[in-house]
T-cell receptor, first 109, second 111 residues
Framework: GQQLNQSPQSMFIQEGEDVSMNCTSSSIFNTWLWYKQDPGEGPVLLIA?????ELTSNGRLTAQFGITRKDSFLNISASIPSDVGIYFC?????????FGPGTRLSVLP | DAGVIQSPRHEVTEMGQEVTLRCKPISGHDYLFWYRQTMMRGLELLIYFNNNVPIDDSGMPEDRFSAKMPNASFSTLKIQPSEPRDSAVYFC?????????FGSGTRLTVV
């Protein structure tokens, strides 16, 4: 079945640094979503991508839908302490989404 | 809009007891999903409804799990009898135009 891989699994960065993470699959998806989960809360939608090659920004966040439709990346510029959390990608198949295992981000002051 | 509302936020129960988790989706969202999150398995889809009708329950672990959606504004996930391996965070999500909106989850601990 559909499965997503995310890399890196976890990362520690210094405040102010840029961050890049990606999501890959052997399956083609028509929609990619990026979510962030804070401790003790549910995932919150950050960015939605609907077309291959699409590049979308939301403040300091930028995400791209890969040309092959099998991958997506998320960049965070000038990280701040509140960027800490788990970032999930999700790909749509039918009416459902399959979630990646997440990238755990820690930001050091 | 208050978002997706789940209750309780935390539940601690003894093995063998019945547990009922509740969810109120966002008004107007016609899809509702129940997910389970653990460290080992990440986010797993358990079941989803469309217009209150269960569409796919293939993710429900076993017969001890059941879910209902009696109307468009309410759904329950029941575990009977509960077991320690059911300990996890259970999320409800409803789907709108731009993807899922998740509730804050119910952290279930079965001792």
């Amino acid at each position: 079945g559909q499965q997503l891989n995310q890399s890196p699994q976890s990362m520690f960065i210094q405040e102010g640094e840029d961050v890049s993470m990606n999501c890959t699959s052997s399956s083609i998806f028509n929609t990619w979503l990026w979510y962030k989960q804070d401790p003790g809360e549910g995932p919150v939608l950050l960015i939605a991508l609907y077309k291959a090659g699409e590049l979308t920004s939301n403040g300091r966040l930028t995400a791209q839908f890969g040309i092959t439709r099998k991958d997506s990346f998320l960049n965070i510029s000038a990280s701040i302490p509140s960027d800490v959390g788990i970032y999930f990608c999700a790909g749509q198949y039918g009416q459902n989404f399959v979630f990646g295992p997440g990238t755990r981000l820690s930001v050091l002051p | 809009d208050a978002g997706v509302i789940q209750s309780p936020r935390h539940e601690v129960t003894e093995m063998g007891q019945e547990v009922t988790l509740r969810c109120k989706p966002i008004s107007g969202h016609d899809y509702l999903f129940w997910y389970r999150q653990t460290m080992m398995r990440g986010l797993e889809l358990l079941i989803y409804f469309n217009n209150n009708v269960p569409i796919d329950d293939s993710g429900m672990p076993e017969d001890r799990f059941s879910a209902k959606m009696p109307n468009a504004s309410f759904s329950t996930l029941k575990i009977q009898p509960s077991e320690p391996r059911d300990s996890a965070v259970y999320f409800c999500a409803s789907r709108g135009q731009y993807g899922y909106t998740f509730g804050s989850g119910t952290r279930l601990t079965v001792v």
